[in-house]
Nanobody, 129 residues
């Protein structure tokens, strides 16, 4: 069992930056592909970014490409999402998720939320105009 706890959300002005973190307890994150999803009010949850187990590959939604950066520190059991050039459309609850894939190829990842085994409780990010 993995417990994921997000932190670092808050209120920021448009054009600003924010870094959210996801720290795991219970197990090491090393065998997990890690991803960030978000859900805005009245909208479905959407994929934001993913990073492979060793951190060698990342993939982003088109809406955040070039502005957001996902990274991980397996020694600290933590995944980060650095968000720059934020705009009001980025306002949402941000969730981290873990996909247990120890036997998959090192380059494997999924952007489908249904593939993920564990989810955090979410952290609110609000961008004011």
């Amino acid at each position: 069992q993995v417990q994921l706890v997000e932190s670092g959300g808050g209120l920021v002005q448009a054009g600003g930056s924010l870094r959210v973190s996801c720290t795991a307890s219970g197990r090491t994150l090393s065998p997990y592909v890690m991803a960030w999803f978000r859900q805005a009010p009245g909208k479905e949850r959407e994929f934001v970014a993913v990073i492979t187990r060793g951190g060698g590959r990342t993939y982003y939604a088109d809406s955040v490409k070039g502005r957001f950066t996902i990274s991980r520190d397996n020694a600290k059991n933590t995944v980060y999402l650095q968000m720059n050039s934020l705009n009001p459309d980025d306002t949402a609850v941000y969730y981290c998720a873990a996909d247990y894939t120890p036997y998959y190829s090192a380059g494997y990842y999924s952007t489908n939320g249904a593939a993920y085994d564990y989810w955090g409780q979410g952290t609110q990010v609000t961008v004011s105009s």
